[in-house]
């Protein structure tokens, strides 16, 4: 298993619409382990780690996010796996 970490920003019409909520459940879902969390300007962070070709899938699927996201980018960069198991939201910083 080629085992990757990502990190991305999502900006849009993605606070107050569950996004946290729905990427917990759909990295749950691919049996991905990172975290979420929304940030003060108003765009949502997310890393996940897994293998490389499930982590592909999650970062197409933010792309859309749930029915009431409206998402106009999203920006991707390698990362530092933490080694977190599992998927959480997490507080604003």
């Known amino acids: 298993m080629n ?17 946290r ?12 382990d990172g975290w979420v969390r929304n940030l003060a300007d108003g765009s949502v962070e997310l890393l996940a780690a897994g293998p490389e070709t499930v982590v592909a899938e ?11 996201a409206r998402v106009s980018s999203v920006e991707r960069q390698a990362a530092a796996d933490d080694a977190a198991r599992g998927y959480e939201a997490r507080p604003t910083p």
């Not at 970490?5 to 107050?16: C, D, K, S, T, Y």
């Open 58 to 68: 999650f970062v197409g699927s933010c792309g859309v996010g749930p029915s009431g």
């Open 3 to 19: 085992r990757i970490a990502v990190r991305l920003i999502v900006r849009g019409r993605v606070q107050g619409v569950g996004f």
């Open 21 to 32: 909520w729905w990427a917990c459940e759909e990295a749950r879902r691919l049996g991905l």
